[in-house]
């Protein structure tokens, strides 16, 4: 069937062809106050401006097109397809965009002290599911000749199932410079953010691989925000040290360990698991009561640990809730 246009349509028509016609300058979103954003040009140049209303709240991370406005600000028109995307509640409870574009989590852990491997685990089938690459860094590994050997032996086991499962793992210390390098060389040109608990050497790390240059110019631009609002509040993107990768500091989910929107993540971060189930007696074996589940014989010939058991059926548990 032919279309017919009124003239009003084509008029319609011809103002978008012209506006889309238009050369935008590409960008991406640094950090933002309220609705006025920084942006960081191709050149690597800091600016501020405001979004068309039309394209919904941007985030930090997000990839954009750009010109000059009439006032010399810059009036971003276009907002490129995201890859993900992290919500997270604020402190009210209510979902708030925080970043996108997150190409790899860099869980951060310590060797002295160790921790619960089931918040690291939960925090691998959180990286899945953004999708993002998971990367650990085994912080303070100076400190690992004083770990007790009984922990130490704890830690090893946990490691080696998720090196098994091809998660990267590298040793780190930001006291005597171990891996720091091969974490620079890891980072490369991705877009990383850093998760841990408190005191696990995020903020050390950070320091190490972190340009000073983009901190300094982004803190002078936001402290110079019209909309007055504080930085620390919303997530900024910071340049590397000599590097084109970026990391993201986003301030309330440096500890997050959450429930998966998408069951197939907690599949993915537990293979061991999901190739015993298909020995069990039914195809849906949840692995509670059922006859003949080969993942509880597992777990009872202590070929698999029942600690990391445990928490894949908790997650399941969260994910049916
Ligand atoms: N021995 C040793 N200590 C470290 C290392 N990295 C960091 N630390 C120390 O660990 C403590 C916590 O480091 P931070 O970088 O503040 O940790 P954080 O994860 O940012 O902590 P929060 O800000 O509470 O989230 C500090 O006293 C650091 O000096 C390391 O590689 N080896
Ligand atoms: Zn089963």
Redesign the pocket.
Known sequence: MKSRLTDRQKHHIATRQATSSRELEPGTVVTHHGTELIIETRDGVLRRGKARRTLGALTTGDRVGWHTGEDERIVIEQLHPRSNTLIRPDTHGKPRLMAANIDQVLI?V?SKPWMNPSIIERTIVATLDLPATPLILL?????LDETDPAIRQEMTEALDIWRQQGIEILP?????GVGIPELKAALADNVSMMI??????????ARCITAQASKAAIQALSEHSQEGQHTTRNSTLYRLDDLPGGLIDAPGV??FAVAAQNPQAIDRAFPDIVELAAGCRFHNCTHDQEPDCAVRSAVAEQQLDARRFENYQSLKRERVR
């Open positions: 951060v310590s912080n303070k590994i100076d400190l780190v210390s930001t006291k005597t841990g608990l408190s005191g696990v050497g995020k903020t050390s790390l440096r500890d």
